[in-house]
Nanobody
Framework: EVQVVESGGGLVQAGGSLRLSCAAS????????IGWFRQVPGKGRERVSC????????YYADFVKGRFTVSSDNAKNTVYLQMNSLKPEDTAVYYC?????????????????WGQGTQVTVSS
């Protein structure tokens, strides 16, 4: 079964750090483009970051540049999102998603496999 599963969310104070994991199964993560998204109730989904380790293509939204780092451990078939200097406005449910149709991070990508989401709450 092809799936991605997020973990690592939690409650942290402003300025703190969390590392989210996106574990892939049923496919090799280095052959997929993995995107990170977040959503707050009542708001649209935001694209946060993206990585394809085969092409080396990486994307960060402006609002996380310099604070978040995406990486891939192909041996573990897992993609990570290291989140530093967290702000209350980073509070959201974070999702990872995978597409096998492209090696590039593009806002127009259609992602075929979505995780269940993990809650990140940043207190002020």
């Amino acid at each position: 079964e092809v799936q991605v599963v997020e973990s690592g969310g939690g409650l942290v104070q402003a300025g703190g750090s969390l590392r989210l994991s996106c574990a892939a199964s049923g496919f090799a993560s280095d052959g997929a483009t993995i995107g990170w998204f977040r959503q707050v109730p009542g708001k649209g989904r935001e694209r946060v970051s993206c990585i394809n380790s085969r092409s080396g293509n990486i994307y960060y939204a402006d609002f996380v540049k310099g604070r978040f780092t995406v990486s891939s451990d192909n041996a573990k078939n897992t993609v990570y999102l290291q989140m530093n200097s967290l702000k209350p406005e980073d509070t959201a449910v974070y999702y990872c998603a995978a597409t096998l149709r492209t090696f590039y991070c593009d806002a127009r990508n259609d992602y075929d496999y979505w995780g269940q989401g993990t809650q990140v709450t940043v207190s002020s």
